[in-house]
């Protein structure tokens, strides 16, 4: 059974910084691909961040520069870094992983950034 768990969000003031973390159980975490998204109120929910087995990072273009995706694959922990905070980063973000063709998510963490 997959299970992703986050924590690490909160409210910050727009400039601050967050760092997201999550802890993955029942997948060899180390040869797969992990995902940060993120969905905000009224919207669809979209993948910010992805990190492969290998370490290659990707990011959606609103996040480039100010979010680090990084992993440990000896704690099976993926993280977000977000820098430069900005109001429109509001949301629920979650850790996602694919497995077995299926798509899991967590239970999400609140980051809110006030203006």
């Known amino acids: 059974q997959v299970q992703l768990v986050e924590s690490g969000g909160g409210l910050v003031q727009a400039g601050g910084s967050l760092r997201l973390s999550c802890g993955a159980s029942?997948?060899?975490?180390?040869?797969?691909?992990l995902h940060w998204g993120r969905q905000a109120p009224g919207k669809e929910r979209e993948l910010v961040a992805t990190i492969t087995s290998s370490g290659t990072t990707n990011y959606t273009d609103s996040v480039k520069g100010r979010f680090t995706i990084s992993r440990d694959n000896v704690w099976s922990r993926v993280f977000l870094q977000m820098n430069s905070l900005k109001p429109e980063d509001t949301a629920v973000y979650y850790c996602s992983v694919v497995s077995h063709g299926r798509r899991f998510w967590g239970q999400g963490t609140q980051v809110t950034v006030s203006s």
């Open positions: 029942g997948i060899n975490f180390k040869l797969y691909t």
